[in-house]
């Protein structure tokens, strides 16, 4: 079962900030935060990630909330270039390792 | 160029056909995975491998099976059992250890059932 819950699509401006938002209300004390993204028919790319703070860098920002419910992540000032489907994806430990709990993800649209 | 390749990009197999999906890293990483992508969905993990010679099931592994017989390698074989085989498979790597984890995907490979 998926652990995040995302907005299925979402426009933005180009130029603009594009905020995109993540539900994973029952995300246990260890688990990380993660965002990918997806160009069609690709394998998907690494953005960003977080456990409790927020975090930035040369691509995106994560905000997470205190209670580490939900987060959000920013790009800065969308290209059409970022036009893509973003998953926020909680990492669960699993046999020694790690897996990723993917959801349906947000499909953005960077308008001209 | 470090990466992963997956092979090939579209695979076309009649009904009924076992096939194997490649998947090779040159990343050095422990951990690999091998994930099924159904239109409008998200990733759902099929098996994983956290080192070689062992492997665990993940959430859909009924139809499938896997060897990680080098470290590099970690192929996929769809069986004829897998009810809906048809669908944009995907593997990744990473470091696999604790904190900052990664994973790399592959370019993917578009398996077709006719």
């Known amino acids: 079962d998926a652990k995040t819950t995302q907005p299925p699509s979402m426009d933005c401006a180009e130029g603009r900030a594009a905020n995109l938002p993540c539900n994973h209300s029952t995300i246990s004390g260890n688990e990380y935060v993660y965002w990918y993204r997806q160009i069609h028919s690709q394998g998907p790319q690494y953005i960003i990630h977080?456990?409790?703070n927020n975090e930035t860098n040369e691509m995106a920002s994560l905000i997470i909330t205190e209670d580490r419910k939900s987060s959000t992540l920013i790009l800065p000032h969308a290209t059409l270039r970022d036009t893509a489907v973003y998953y926020c994806i909680v990492r669960v430990e699993a046999s020694g390792t790690y897996k990723y709990i993917f959801g349906t993800g947000t499909r953005l649209k960077v308008l001209a | 160029d470090g990466g992963i390749t997956q092979s090939p990009k579209y695979l076309f197999r009649k009904e009924g056909q076992n096939v194997t999906l490649s998947c090779e890293q040159n990343l050095n990483h422990d951990a690999m995975y091998w994930y099924r992508q159904d239109p409008g969905q998200g990733l759902r993990l099929i098996y994983y491998s956290q080192i070689v010679n062992d492997f665990q099931k993940g959430d859909i592994a009924e139809g499938y099976s896997v060897s990680r017989e080098k470290k590099e390698s970690f192929p996929l074989t769809v069986t004829s059992a897998q009810k809906n085989p048809t669908a944009f498979y995907l593997c990744?790597?990473?470091?696999?250890?604790?904190?900052?984890?990664?994973?790399?995907f592959g370019p993917g490979t578009r398996l077709t059932v006719l």
């Open positions: 977080g456990l409790k």
């Open positions: 990744a790597s990473s470091s696999g250890g604790v904190g900052y984890n990664e994973q790399f």
